[in-house]
């Protein structure tokens, strides 16, 4: 497991404390990998994620019908 001798700011430090309370980590290492888990969620939007790359593939591949035909299937007018 690679190591690395950091520095962080004092507001930072904090965020780790809290972190280490809240989830009862032993550590900050242990609180940096929960925070970098968390905020991977939130980078790695569903749109880039490869099955929903794989999901709008096939939607692409499916016929796509014209407002006229949708107004007549399903009587309403857009």
Partial sequence: MPKAMIQI??????????????YGLRDKSQAINR???????????????????KRLRKIEKEGTVSEEEFEKK?????
């Fill in 9 to 22: 700011s004092e507001r930072a430090n904090r965020v780790l404390n809290i972190l280490k309370a809240k």
């Fill in 35 to 53: 925070m970098a888990e968390e905020f991977t969620e939130i980078l790695l939007e569903p749109q880039l994620r490869p099955e929903y790359i």
């Fill in 74 to 78: 399903f009587k309403v007018k857009i």
